[in-house]
């Protein structure tokens, strides 16, 4: 017979399988009720499109939630994207790749009230 050597034979592992978490949320509210003080918010887009406009203006609605640390490609503008959050001073530092021409964060990062890290 055909003894194949070690060398060629097939191992298979078996894993259990977590219970899936279901990321639909029915509302922004609803994504953002566990979001705290500190929190670090990852913010996904390209310049303003794609950016998460709604989440944002949850988190707007929610003043009491600052200190956020906030990562993105950029800063927004000064009445869009994260620049939203900036002028309510909700953010306490920005990492970025680039800031572009949002004033908000540029008199923010003047005056120390921001801090920044550049990708």
Avoid: H, W
């Amino acid at each position: 017979g055909c003894n194949p050597s070690p060398a060629l034979t097939r191992s298979f592992s078996v894993s259990l399988r977590r219970a899936e978490i279901n990321k639909v949320f029915p509302s922004a509210s609803a994504a953002l009720k566990d979001m705290k003080p500190n929190s670090t918010l990852l913010c996904g887009g390209f310049g303003l499109c794609g950016v998460p406009d709604t989440l944002i203006d949850e988190v707007l609605e929610k003043p009491d939630i600052t200190g956020l640390t906030a990562v993105s490609n950029n800063a927004g503008t000064d009445n869009s994207g994260l620049g939203k959050l900036l002028k309510t001073k909700q953010v306490k530092k920005m990492v970025a790749s680039y800031i572009g021409e949002n004033k908000t964060f540029e008199t923010m990062y003047l005056t120390g009230e921001v801090e920044l890290e550049l990708t």
